[in-house]
């Protein structure tokens, strides 16, 4: 559950320093309209799925040699006048940058691939609504992940939303060619290994 906090409408940069004074540097807040909203902090489930996202697209730019992923609910700047800025989980964008140009302050272009793992506190119609918004703001491809039914629903402009289980495979579709992998691998912790769906087995 999202809780508003008093405060005059901000500009994504006094955001960035308003969450880092002292006394908020233990808190988690986004910003809507300039309006700052503070969220519960996140669980286990929720950072192992994230991290297990994370090191796989990672490990997709280093092969093909492009782009980079942000995780850790990075923030990114997605609506202007008022400012809008997003703690998404997990991004990726396609440019080519070195570490030194990267902004120690909020993203002000948007990744191609947005991520969102849902957490206990999270309804479903409020993250839907949230990955609508990313797509109308022109992310290409948006996943959201549900720890729960382990599985993932892809957005896209222009589409219907659809869902892939478990024993599905994940696509980065044009988006991120070359891109593929079993949704389970999302889910799976050191020492599993993934079960062969039961239409495949012998």
């Not at 519960?40 to 697209?57: A, D, K, Q, Y």
């Not at 289980?165 to 799976?188: H, K, S």
């Amino acid at each position: 559950m999202t809780t508003a906090t008093a405060t005059r409408p901000l500009t994504a940069a006094a955001f960035f320093d308003w969450v880092h004074r002292p006394e908020n540097r233990d808190r988690w807040f986004e910003l809507e309209r300039g309006k700052v909203i503070e969220l519960p902090p996140r669980g286990e489930r929720h950072g192992v799925v994230c991290g297990n996202v994370g090191r796989i697209l990672g490990n997709y730019t280093f092969q093909i040699g492009q782009g980079y992923v942000c995780t850790n609910d990075t923030g990114v700047i997605v609506e202007t006048d008022p400012d809008t800025v997003r703690g998404i989980d997990v991004t990726l964008y396609d440019q080519s940058r070195r570490y030194d140009e990267l902004t120690v302050k909020y993203a002000e272009h948007l990744p191609l691939l947005a991520v969102e793992m849902l957490s206990p506190h999270d309804r479903a119609g409020r993250m839907m609504k949230r990955a609508l918004q990313f797509v109308r703001k022109g992310i290409p491809l948006v996943w959201l992940v549900d720890g729960d039914e382990r599985d993932v629903s892809v957005y896209r402009a222009g589409r219907e939303p659809y869902v892939l289980n478990v024993e599905d495979e994940i696509t980065g579709e044009e988006i991120l060619p070359e891109f593929r992998c079993r949704v389970a691998e999302f889910f799976l912790m050191p020492g599993e290994t993934q079960q062969e769906p039961e239409s495949a087995a012998t």
